[in-house]
């Protein structure tokens, strides 16, 4: 109320103001039958910050790329009640933007962000329960409620992944009714990738003009990849480095999709080139892309590249020849799901990004 009469008496002073000026010589005369009291503090009108203030400021900031400035308006934002400021923290703890990253503080900041009615935050901390490496009955249980709930607030995503998990039985009983619908309500809503397994799920005959039947897991991916699926790239990437699916060994062909996944900021996918950096399979041998990309995918929360990093330091310290480093296998080895999102992108040569 007070904020309200604030704006309220500003308005009338600017109607008041208005209207002197219509009366010529009046201008700067005292009010004669107006009240005429001792001038308040011109301060009082200014309108107080907000919480949506605090976001506002912490948006601007992280577009300078001040991010401790973003952080404290940020934390404000969220201190004061305002689950965008919740979910912008919790982002910048999940992908170690100005701070160093942090999945269980990322974690937290994401659970008042959702509780608090933000459907991304609960999308992101759905994923981080969904993409752990080892996730138990009880991790995707919690997964699956997240997306739903975010999904019911708005955000595709969440529906396209909760499809997905439907579609497969990951985490839940498989219902390919459920899948149907949470992929259409995704491609409604404009999702592209929603559509696109829509079009997977529902059309047996004809894919981008291929008959589906003629069509191999290899080709499958393919297909995906070019769409802007880039769980399929990651899966080409695999595929090729282990001639799976009866594709041959390819490193050349696995080095150029998985730097297309990892630079789309599918984690995994910068390990495992890394991986092939580090031992010269298919790109040049680059000691120090390899450890550049182990880095970067550690610093995301990839433990397996935390180990790779690690261990291949201590050989270049210790004169021991180079060549650990451990492939990990895509999200699911059923292939296809979306990758976790909100990581920063990689700007790393994009000489296989043709």
Not at 325 to 334: C, I, V
């Amino acid at each position: 109320m007070k904020i309200l009469g604030k704006i309220f008496i500003l308005g009338l002073l600017i109607i008041n103001i208005g209207y002197s000026e219509d009366n010529d010589g009046n201008q700067n005369k005292a009010p004669t039958i107006a009240p005429n009291p001792t001038p308040d503090d011109p301060r009082a009108l200014t309108s107080p910050q907000t919480t949506k203030d605090y976001l506002r400021f912490g948006m601007d900031a992280a577009k300078k790329q001040d991010y401790k400035s973003a952080f404290k308006y940020f934390k404000q934002a969220c201190d004061n009640g305002d689950p965008a400021g919740c979910f912008a923290i919790g982002t910048m703890y999940a992908n170690g933007v100005g701070i160093l990253t942090n999945l269980d503080k990322a974690e937290r900041y994401y659970e008042m962000g959702c509780s608090g009615g933000d459907a991304t935050a609960c999308s992101s901390l759905a994923t981080i329960y969904d993409s752990k490496d080892q996730a138990s009955v009880s991790d995707k249980k919690k997964a699956v409620e997240l997306y739903m709930t975010a999904c019911q607030g708005g955000d595709v995503i969440a529906c396209n992944n909760l499809a997905y998990m439907y579609a497969n039985g990951d985490g839940v009983q498989k219902d390919y009714y459920k899948a149907m619908n949470y992929y259409k309500y995704a491609c409604d809503s404009g999702s592209d990738l929603g559509c696109y397994n829509l079009g997977l799920l529902t059309n047996t005959n004809n894919i981008y003009g291929y008959n589906r039947a003629n069509l191999t897991p290899v080709d499958l991916n393919y297909l995906a990849c070019n769409a802007g699926d880039i769980k399929g790239c990651a899966n080409l990437g695999w595929i090729y480095a282990n001639g799976l699916s009866g594709a041959p060994v390819s490193y050349h062909y696995a080095a150029r999709y998985f730097n297309q996944a990892c630079l789309a900021g599918d984690i995994p996918s910068c390990n495992n080139l890394a991986v092939l950096y580090q031992k010269g399979l298919g790109v040049p041998q680059d000691t120090q892309r390899a450890l550049d990309l182990f880095s970067y995918a550690c610093n995301s929360g990839h433990q397996k590249a935390c180990d790779n990093y690690r261990i291949y330091k201590q050989q270049l310290i210790g004169g021991r020849r180079p060549d650990h480093g451990a492939l990990f296998f895509p999200n699911n080895p059923n292939l296809g799901k979306k990758p976790p999102l909100g990581k920063d992108p990689m700007r790393y040569d994009r000489r296989y990004n043709r």
